[in-house]
């Protein structure tokens, strides 16, 4: 089975403009989950979908989106960019909710300059 | 809320030597515990899980026992190759309704010397 794919795999963008990252999850998986790194915060939730609704939400501000469609791929945006957004945004997908693991995919790498 | 507490590092030893990554947690219910390891570059994989108290998970080597009554789930390996430095994540996911994210530790860099 093809594993998680995220895309673009790095992203330069300007202070104020916005962002939309793809995630295509592994065959079969229904959970999209999103994080962000960086090295001072570490990893961070960002929110999870399962079946097209988004069941939970991290403490991020409203710049913050996402969705899932119906084939389970998944995107999310982020608007008016801040130098602070910078970090390796990472997409996650798992069968079900509780209880089973998360798979990673690459992350793609946003610089704001 | 759910947390993880994770032993700091870096974490440097010569290889084929005991390793240990001390791992506690905070939850409610019945959390799912894994750890993930991350080579430069690249996302998280998935080392191994545990699913319930007294579950030991195993892959490549390492081990790591669930342990209800001290809340922790610690990483061990019995000797540890050059190939084994990256960063160690512990992390849980939440077993209540609304709350199935997962909850990472800091990491823990682990660099093996030859």
């Known amino acids: 089975k093809a594993g998680v794919t995220q895309t673009p795999r790095y992203l330069i963008k300007t202070r104020g403009q916005q962002v939309t990252l793809s995630c295509s999850p592994i065959?079969?998986?229904?959970?999209v989950s999103w994080y962000q790194q960086t090295p001072g915060q570490g990893l961070q939730f960002l929110f999870e979908?399962?079946?097209?609704?988004?069941?939970n939400k991290g403490n991020f501000p409203g710049r913050f989106s996402g969705r899932q469609f119906s084939n389970s791929r998944s995107e999310m945006n982020v608007s008016t960019l801040e130098l602070g957004d910078s970090a390796l945004y990472l997409c996650?997908?798992?069968?079900?909710?509780?209880?089973?693991?998360?798979?990673f995919g690459p992350g793609t790498r946003l610089t704001v300059t | 809320g759910d947390s993880v507490t994770q032993m700091e590092g870096p974490v440097t030893l010569s290889e084929e030597a005991f390793l240990t990554i001390n791992c506690t947690y905070t939850?409610?219910?019945?959390?799912?515990l894994f750890w993930y390891v991350q080579y430069p570059g690249e996302g998280l994989q998935l080392l191994l899980k545990?699913?319930?108290?007294?579950d030991k998970g195993s892959n490549k080597g390492f081990e790591a026992t669930y342990r209800k009554e001290t809340t922790s789930f610690h990483l061990e390996k019995g000797s540890v190759q050059v190939s084994d430095s990256a960063v160690y994540f512990c992390?849980?996911?939440?077993?209540?309704?609304?709350?199935?994210?997962?909850?990472f530790g800091t990491g823990t860099r682990l660099t093996i010397i030859p």
């Open positions: 996650a997908s798992s069968v079900d909710l509780r209880g089973y693991e998360q798979y």
């Open positions: 065959s079969g998986h229904r959970s």
């Open positions: 979908y399962f079946s097209e609704t988004q069941r």
């Open positions: 939850a409610t219910g019945y959390p799912s």
């Open positions: 545990a699913t319930k108290a007294d």
């Open positions: 992390a849980l996911r939440g077993s209540n309704f609304g709350n199935e994210k997962l909850t």
